[in-house]
Structures are given as structure tokens and as C-alpha cells.
């Protein structure tokens, strides 16, 4: 079956502008999460959906940043009035389920430049 | 709070040398640990896991065990290929929780 696909692969962007990013998970995986990866960097948690829920949403940098999942299937995740240091690789991935045993697959990320 | 510390890189070796990349974690309750593999132009897959103390967890010729009394999951393999470049990241995620921390991430490089 298809994996965790992300859209656009690669998105340059100027500063103050806003951007949206999709992910579609894999059919049936109700745990979705968006993770940010700088260069050079760890992955960083920024938000996690079970359903279209988001009972954590502390790994937001700012409120420039929000998420949203539909239909326990595609989310997006928007951010607003972008700055330099938004620039990074934003990573998404699903699982089963919300179970720490459970892994996660990732999908091949969106590469977001900010000029 | 929960943490993962993992070895700096990049680690260079030799194709058939032995690989041993440290991981260390911090965390609250009894997580599952996870090593994460990210080859190049492709996107991360999980290796191997581990989910209770004394846990080996093993695929593709590497081998991490879970020990509870010092904290680690270090990955071991005894002899690399230059099919193993690539980044790897040591993970937790706590039990009862949903958040997967990640480590910084070691890129090795394997030369022929």
C-alpha cells in the first residue's frame, strides 16, 4: 500500500508570507505527527493528532504555527507570516495508534525555504 | 523532562569494521526505545525497537539491548557495509504517552 505522502516536496517561500503544508497518512493509521527537522538538527515534536484531535499542540514554536486534521485522514499544517527561522525540513509521519510500542512511519518531508 | 543523548558525529569507518553508536536517555515511567535510520534522499524508517528492560532488539545485522540500569541503547553492528551510510536516531517514546523524543542524529559514513 501507499506510504505517508507529503505535498509540495519542496516550497520557497518569502518572508511574511504564509505557507500550508499537507500530509496524507497511510489508510487507517489514526495517530498523525509533524515533526521539524533543522539542519544539522534532531527531530523536533511540534504537534500530534489522534483522530482529528490534537490533545498536545506545546511543540508549536508560535502561534504563528497551527495544524489541522479532517476526516482522521489529511492534515495540514499552516504557518503564518513566515521567518527565517521557519526554514527546515517539516516531517510528518502515522502510526496505529497512540501507543508508545507503536511505529511510526514517516513520510519524505516537505523542504520549506524562507528568503 | 524526557531526553535522548546520542554520540556526535559523523563516525567513519571502514567497510567490515565494527560500529558502535551510544544512546543514552532520561526519562519519566518505562519508555520503548527505538532506533530510527535515515539513508540518503530517502525518508526516516524505524530500524529496530525495543519495549521492556533487557529487550534486545535486532534487523539488518544491528543490535541494540535495552538497559534499564544505565539508561543506554546503544547500537552495535559487527561488521558495516557501505550500504549503511546514513543517519541514525535514537527515539523514545513513553509508555502510556505519544510523544516520540528524538536524538540529534549520528551520520555515519562506511568507506570501501
Known amino acids: 500500500g501507499a506510504g505517508v505522502s507529503q505535498s509540495p516536496s519542496n516550497k520557497v517561500t518569502e518572508k511574511g508570507k504564509d505557507v500550508e503544508l499537507r500530509c496524507d497518512p497511510i489508510?487507517?493509521?489514526?495517530?498523525l505527527y509533524w515533526y521539524r527537522q533543522s539542519l544539522g538538527q534532531g527531530l523536533e515534536f511540534l504537534i500530534y493528532?489522534?483522530?482529528?484531535?490534537?490533545?498536545?499542540k506545546s511543540g508549536l514554536p508560535s502561534d504563528r504555527f497551527s495544524a489541522e486534521r479532517t476526516g482522521g485522514s489529511v492534515s495540514t499544517l499552516t504557518i503564518q507570516r513566515t521567518q527565517q527561522e521557519d526554514s527546515a525540513v517539516y516531517l510528518c509521519a502515522s502510526s496505529l495508534g497512540e501507543s508508545s510500542y507503536n511505529e511510526q512511519f514517516f513520510g519524505p518531508g516537505t523542504r520549506l525555504t524562507v528568503l | 523532562g524526557d531526553s535522548v543523548t546520542q554520540m556526535e558525529g559523523p563516525v567513519t569507518l571502514s567497510e567490515e569494521a565494527c560500529l558502535t553508536i551510544n544512546c543514552t536517555y532520561t526519562a519519566t515511567g518505562y519508555p520503548s526505545l527505538f532506533w530510527y535510520v535515515q539513508y540518503p534522499g530517502e525518508g526516516l524508517q524505524l530500524l529496530l525497537k525495543?519495549?521492556?528492560?533487557?529487550d534486545k532488539g535486532s534487523n539488518k545485522g544491528f543490535e541494540a539491548t535495552y538497559r534499564k540500569e544505565t539508561t543506554s541503547f546503544h547500537l552495535e553492528k559487527g561488521s558495516v557495509q557501505v550500504s549503511d551510510s546514513a543517519v541514525y536516531f535514537c527515539a523514545l517514546s513513553v509508555s502510556g504517552g505519544f510523544k516520540t523524543i528524538f536524538g540529534a542524529g549520528t551520520r555515519l559514513f562506511v568507506k570501501a
Open positions: 493528532f489522534q483522530g482529528n484531535s490534537a490533545p498536545d
Open positions: 489508510s487507517g493509521h489514526t495517530a
Open positions: 525495543a519495549t521492556k528492560a533487557d
